[in-house]
């Protein structure tokens, strides 16, 4: 556990419903900087940060998952994740570029390695799109976002904050997650890779 004053927060790079994604500095590296604001009335969602944070450090540590390097101000009601920085931006912005020089194969066996370590692990992605699947300029692929993966379940008992925009729309689903009420499963997450 760090406090904010051993991170540089940069540039923002853009908001969900739930935080705040930005890049950063730690310890001269770069990085990026999950700032929740969505939980904020949780009362145990410091300890929550703190249990995952031990969860990734000890179980999902993978070269297909972007690794998580420190967790900042627990205590506070903005907690943030640090995360590594993968300097290829996301394969939703690989594939816009048209610069396509990487073997589909590679992304795809990137991915399903990723997929398969979580799944090992019994903790379904549950998120998988294009701008979660990071690359860096040296070759390598990550997962991004499996963050709370492991505990959809919970967060999807929270009130949502405001409504979502009706003309968004869910991400495609394998046909055995339209019956499980949106839980992440393994089987969705193979689904969305096929997809």
């Known amino acids: ?10 540039e923002s790079l853009g908001a ?4 705040v994604t930005a890049e950063g500095v730690y310890r001269g590296r ?21 249990t995952y944070y031990q969860c990734v ?3 999902l540590r993978s070269p297909y998952l972007v ?3 420190a967790v900042a101000d627990v205590a506070s009601a903005c907690p943030k994740l640090i995360f590594e920085y993968m300097d290829g931006g996301s394969l939703r912005g690989y594939v816009s570029s048209r610069k396509n020089s990487m073997p589909p194969v590679t992304i795809t066996l990137a991915v399903a390695k990723g997929l398969e370590h979580l ?9 998988l799109l294009l701008h979660n699947i990071l690359l860096a300029t040296d070759g390598r692929i990550k997962l991004a976002d499996c963050g709370f993966s492991y505990d959809d ?6 009130p949502p904050v405001y409504e979502m925009p009706e003309m968004m729309c869910d991400p495609p689903q394998a046909p055995e997650a339209l019956h499980s009420k949106g839980a992440a499963t393994a089987a969705a997450d193979i689904f969305r890779l096929a997809s």
Do not use: E, W
């Not at 799944?119 to 998120?127: F, I, K, N, S, W």
């Open 1 to 10: 556990m760090i406090s904010s004053n051993d991170l540089d927060v940069l």
């Open 16 to 19: 969900s419903l739930s935080c």
């Open 30 to 50: 770069d990085v990026i900087v999950k700032t929740f604001s969505y939980f904020g009335h949780i009362d145990d969602f410091g300890r929550r940060v703190q």
């Open 57 to 59: 450090n000890q179980m």
């Open 67 to 69: 690794s998580l390097l």
């Open 119 to 127: 799944h090992r692990h019994r903790v379904a992605h549950g998120r």
């Open 153 to 158: 379940a919970y967060l999807a008992t929270l």
